[in-house]
Structures are given as structure tokens and as C-alpha cells.
């Protein structure tokens, strides 16, 4: 993968396969209303979506925007949500536009509270996240064994090297047993691995007197036994 940094100084992958002022809580339809179809389509559903790009313009520029340092107001649930598998949706359309879906995930964030909003210089709305709110569904290891480096891509290009500042999460799945591993991508930002992926990443997998661990940047991630 060929490096080129991005402004958070993460890497992204690159074509060779080397690591490379407005208010969003819009008004509902009126009653009799033509329904919508999937949010980004023309009508109403469009202006409130609308709002909120515009009040996003120029705010992120190249990379995810400094949301961290961002304080603005709280305005509410406006039934922005994003599904299991990575799939924003508005008060229950799916948002097609991925431009608009990659500029609203730079400005996600997850708070101290363990909820997921979505920030702009001027204001601050909820998101529901259904698991995570990226999925990881390419990845790549460089190197061998104890001295590898996990390279993970993210469903919005987003690229990060598993280790101190992105480490590996593991959980169990409730009534299969499955594993579900995570990889921490910006703050506290989680994307999970798609089932597909989770075959690449255990087959990378060591094993050693303590059981199986992935080892990335000099860091064990010990699997659950």
C-alpha cells in the first residue's frame, strides 16, 4: 500500500493495493404530503439534508474535521441512524448520496455518554447506531508473524494501522458465539469487521503458550478463548 498521509496523519490505501449556520432538526412533511423515496431524492426530505450539508461546507476540507473540538449546542433526534451494516438512513429512507454519507461520517462522533452524534460548527444531533458505525471491509498485513502490521480500510476509505492509536476489540456475539472484532478508526469511533473479513483477519492469527493473538505494530490482541 502506498502511504499518503491524510490530515489526521493516517495513511490511505492506494490504487496499487499498498497503505497508503443553520438548523439540522428540520420540519416534518406535512400531513398528505407525497411520500418519499430514499432521503436525497427531490422534496422536502432533500431540504433537510440539504441544511445540513450546506451547514457543513468548507467546514471538513480533506479528511475527517476537527469534531473533537467542536462544542455546539445540542438540537436533538432528527432520526438520523446508521444499520449494522454501515447504511445511513433518515427518519427511516436510506441516504443514497455517498458523498453526502462520507461528509456526514467525518463529522461523527461518539461522546463520554457512549452516544453517536453528528457535529457541525453550529450544532449537534443525535445518531443511532445500530453496532458501529463503520464497517472494515478491506485489510491487508504487512510482514510476518510477531513483526506484522495490520493495514484496515474502512467502508468511507478511511485507512488505519492497527496498534496504539487503533487497536483491536474483541466480543461475543449473543446466541451464536460469533466473534465480532473491531478496530478502533478515530476517537472513539469503532468500525466492525464484515463477516468476510473476519476470515482474513483470524488467518492471520498466532499462536503461542497463552492461546491465539494478532499481533499489529508491535501489540498483541489477544482472541477470546
Known sequence: MTDEESNDGESKIGSDGQPAGSNMAGAR??????????????????????RLEASLAGASGRGPAPVERWNPPYCGDIGMAIARDGTWSYRGSPIRRLPLVKLFASVLRRDEDGRHYLV??????????????FTAVELEVLGEGL???????TNHDEVVRVGPAHPL????????????????????????????????????????EQGLALYSSGLAFRLPS
Do not use: M, N, W
Not at 423515496?37 to 439534508?49: E, H, I, R, Y
Not at 460548527?121 to 445500530?130: Q, S
Not at 513483526?147 to 480500510?153: G, K, P, Q, S
Open 29 to 50: 412533511p406535512p400531513a398528505g404530503a407525497p411520500s418519499q423515496g430514499a432521503a436525497g431524492s427531490a422534496g422536502p426530505l432533500q431540504g433537510v439534508l440539504g
Open 147 to 153: 513483526d506484522c502490521v495490520i493495514v484496515v480500510r
Open 169 to 208: 476489540r474483541f466480543a461475543v456475539e449473543p446466541g451464536t458465539g460469533g466473534l465480532k472484532p473491531y478496530v478502533r478508526v478515530r476517537g472513539r469511533l469503532e468500525a466492525l469487521f464484515t463477516r468476510a473479513l473476519v476470515h482474513d483477519l483470524l488467518a492471520a492469527a498466532v499462536a503461542d
Open 120 to 133: 457541525t460548527p453550529v450544532e449537534k444531533v443525535d445518531v443511532a447506531v445500530e453496532d458501529a458505525p
